[in-house]
Nanobody, 119 residues
Framework: QVQLVESGGGLVQDGGSLRLSCAAS????????MGWFRQAPGKEREFVAT????????YYADSVKGRFTISRDNAKNTVYLQMDSLKPADPAVYSC????????????WGQGTQVPVSS
């Protein structure tokens, strides 16, 4: 019933940009904070960014601060991750997740979208 579907992943050169989208269904989207996570080969999944229910407040991992931007459109039930100035450490599987007010766990997860290693 609840479904989060990521899209927008793909190969991009170092220093390039990519915009990921996550479309949510089966839940009241505006009642959930949304987050982006990533997992690179051989590494644990790590937090990337989160955005509040209204979209007003954002928080970023230090590794992406100043380069990535998380946003949401509650009318479209969609959360975005704009990735600029991509670096060699950024390739990974990027997943979106939904949760109620912290410290609640992220209850719903998407399958992820691949941002491949640059050639």
């Amino acid at each position: 019933q609840v479904q989060l579907v990521e899209s927008g992943g793909g190969l991009v050169q170092d220093g390039g940009s990519l915009r990921l989208s996550c479309a949510a269904s089966g839940l009241t989207f505006s009642r959930y904070a949304m987050g982006w996570f990533r997992q690179a080969p051989g590494k644990e999944r790590e937090f990337v960014a989160t955005v509040s229910l209204s979209g007003t407040t954002t928080y970023y991992a230090d590794s992406v601060k100043g380069r990535f931007t998380i946003s949401r459109d509650n009318a479209k039930n969609t959360v975005y991750l704009q990735m600029d100035s991509l670096k060699p450490a950024d390739p990974a599987v990027y997943s979106c997740a939904a949760r109620t007010i912290a410290p609640a766990p992220y209850a719903y997860w998407g399958q992820g979208t691949q941002v491949p290693v640059s050639s």
